[in-house]
């Protein structure tokens, strides 16, 4: 591991360590191609194996076997030749496969033949009243603190949503001996019948039986309510208490942690700023870019593998790392000889359908009303949004102007969807009409002496002002 | 290892982010906005949400939640605006 890039120029840059970026990095460098891997995190493994090398959470039944296979694709992308960087930020990208990327307090800028956007996917913003409120936070938060560093809850806790990942995480915290009050299930009564079609090739997919198992793992233990139609946490200056509506009875529970989550989708701020062509996906409900199968974008030169491609889970992550390694490969060597690796794919991919169905989260927990704060960095509500298209804002981007939503640090990830489809409902159009906001480099927010420092060639000062 | 919050020293574990040593701690942690002076804690714990924004050894809106700890670390915990100079 270095600390930054070696070279100015690679044949492959790989972004993101994850399932995806792991197993192309380790594709690419096996064919001898230059290849840079780089990832934010201070280890691999991405989200579904996060600190695969670190965890303090050594025996193997406490994070299941899923966790662990993660060990093995990490050493091997480690051993395979490809220079990996962690810790290092890429916040520009652009159609020249220009990368601007921050690593340890200073900028560096390379330039890449080809480029695989792996960076993954991140909780859906799951925006109900007093979910900025200190005790609230999202299962992947405490699942990555759990992975971290061997944390759970302790105090009164609430699991709020939907999804395979709401049962994954709390069996493992049960597992390790934390606590967990009572749990939420927020998947509609509806979606149990629409998915309906979709069951068979779900029930003959790995998922099924190992998804039964662990919820009938947490059933035995914690107090699930399911059918719950709404949501809201209150407190004074942090949480206190969690009101929902099941079966039309509200009730009360106290609490001082709230984990909410309603499934994942696509990072796309990285693909987006690149100018990658995305569209409004109607059956998982966010962006995902429009793609060949090999991953290629609507750039030549940029391919996406993983769940920024659309959400596929950590198998089809990796076999579209895979594809779109093997892509990078042919286009630099058209007489390698590279397997297809489509069948394998499409087995990974088997049973999503049904899952996205299912999973597809309620309307009232996307679309939030009145005083609910839609954009957490710039406090702004449902109701903020609303008077804005009552005086003419017409898309996310002219909103910005009004209300600075999307402008603050976190630049649209914890509000965009809920944007678009507010303003979507309010003005009577469809998502993909409305748009989501442009965005730009620098996609991470990076201190003024790292751009101060970058080398003052005419190739580095060009890319920042383009960004 | 030993780091320093608003010059209390807690203990941390080798491998925590600061995010997370903060929250284990115990300490009342959370940071005021900028925009309202509304408390916040860590939300997402992945680099998304940015409500772990703190001053890490004088440089202030750092994320917390993708900082590792090092020994001898000095947290302040912002309190609205980011101060000048930091
Ligand atoms: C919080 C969370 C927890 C999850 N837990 C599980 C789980 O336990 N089990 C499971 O099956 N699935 C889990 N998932 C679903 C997850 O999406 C997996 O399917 C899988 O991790 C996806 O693999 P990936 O390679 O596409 O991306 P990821 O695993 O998400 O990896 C993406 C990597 O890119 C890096 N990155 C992102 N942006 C940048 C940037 N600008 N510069 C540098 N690096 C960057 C990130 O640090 C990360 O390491 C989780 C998802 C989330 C959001
Ligand atoms: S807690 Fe969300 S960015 Fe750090």
Redesign the pocket.
């Known amino acids: 591991m270095s600390a930054v890039p070696k070279h100015e120029n690679y044949d492959v840059v790989v972004?993101?360590?994850?399932?995806?970026?792991?197993?192309a990095a380790e594709m690419t460098a096996g064919f001898a191609l230059s290849t840079l891997l780089?990832?934010?995190?201070a280890g691999?493994?991405?989200?579904?194996?996060?600190a695969i090398n670190s965890t303090p959470v050594k025996s193997e039944a406490l994070?299941g076997s899923?966790?662990w296979s993660g060990a093995e694709i990490a050493k091997a992308a480690r051993d395979s030749g490809a220079e990996i960087i962690h810790r290092?930020?890429?916040?520009s990208l652009d159609r020249n496969l220009e990368i601007g990327?921050s690593v340890g307090g200073g900028s560096a800028f390379i330039k890449a033949k080809r480029v695989i956007i792996?960076?993954?996917?991140?909780?859906r913003p799951f925006p109900i009243p007093g979910w900025t409120l200190p005790g609230v936070m999202?299962?992947?938060?405490a699942?990555?603190m759990l992975?971290s560093s061997g944390l759970v809850p302790d105090c009164p806790t609430v699991l709020a949503g939907q999804g395979?990942?709401l049962w994954?995480?709390a069996a493992?915290i049960l597992r390790l001996g934390g606590r967990i009050d009572h749990i939420l299930d927020t998947t509609p009564r509806a979606n149990y019948i629409a998915a309906l079609p979709h069951a068979f090739a779900f029930f003959t997919s790995p998922y099924f039986g190992k998804g039964l198992a662990m919820m009938r793992e947490v059933r035995a233990k914690v107090r699930v309510t399911s059918g719950v139609t709404e949501l809201a946490a209150s407190g004074n200056g942090k949480l206190e208490s969690v009101t929902y509506v099941a079966g039309g009875k509200r009730e009360t529970l106290p609490a001082e942690l709230l984990l909410l989550h309603q499934g994942?989708v696509p990072?796309v701020?990285?693909a987006m700023a690149a100018g990658v062509e995305h569209r409004w996906n109607e059956l998982q409900l966010c962006w995902t870019p429009v793609l060949d199968a090999f991953g290629n974008s609507s750039i030549a030169g940029i391919a996406i593998?993983?769940?920024?491609?659309g959400?596929?889970?950590?198998?089809?992550?990796?076999w579209?790392?895979r594809a779109a390694a093997g892509s990078a490969i042919k286009a630099a060597r058209s007489n390698a000889k590279v397997s297809d690796v489509s069948p394998q794919l499409r087995r990974a991919e088997r049973g999503r359908a049904f899952l996205d169905v299912l999973f597809q989260p309620a309307k009232q927990f996307r679309i939030p009303q009145g005083d609910t704060i839609v954009c957490r960095c710039e406090e702004i509500t449902a109701k903020d949004v609303l008077d804005s298209v009552a005086i003419g804002a017409t898309g996310p981007n002219q909103l910005k102007a009004y209300r600075r939503t999307g402008m603050g640090p976190c630049q649209g990830r914890l509000c965009g969807l809920t944007v678009t489809e507010l303003m979507a409902e309010a003005r009577g159009k469809t998502p993909q009409e409305i748009g989501y906001y442009r965005l730009r480099a620098p996609?991470?927010p990076i201190m003024l002496s790292e751009l101060a420092s970058l080398p003052k060639n005419d190739e580095a000062t060009k890319a920042v002002v383009r960004g | 290892m030993t780091i320093h919050v608003e010059g209390h020293p807690i203990t941390a574990r080798e491998g925590d982010t600061v995010s997370a040593a903060l929250l284990a701690s115990g300490l009342d942690v959370r940071r005021a906005t900028a925009v309202s002076g509304a408390k916040r804690l860590p939300y997402?714990?992945?680099?998304v949400c940015f409500d772990c924004l703190v001053t890490i050894d004088g440089v202030g809106n750092r994320q917390g939640c993708?900082v590792p700890v090092a020994e001898g670390m000095q947290i302040d915990i912002q309190k609205g605006k980011r101060e000048i100079g930091k």
């Open positions: 972004i993101g360590a994850g399932p995806a970026g792991l197993a780089l990832d934010e995190n691999p493994g991405g989200q579904v194996w996060r994070l899923d966790y290092a930020t890429v916040w990327v792996a960076t993954g996917a991140q909780e999202t299962a992947g938060a699942q990555t992975k395979p990942l994954l995480l493992q994942v990072n701020n990285l593998a993983g769940d920024g491609a959400i596929g889970g950590a198998q089809a992550a990796v579209r790392g996609v991470k | 997402c714990m992945m680099g993708l």
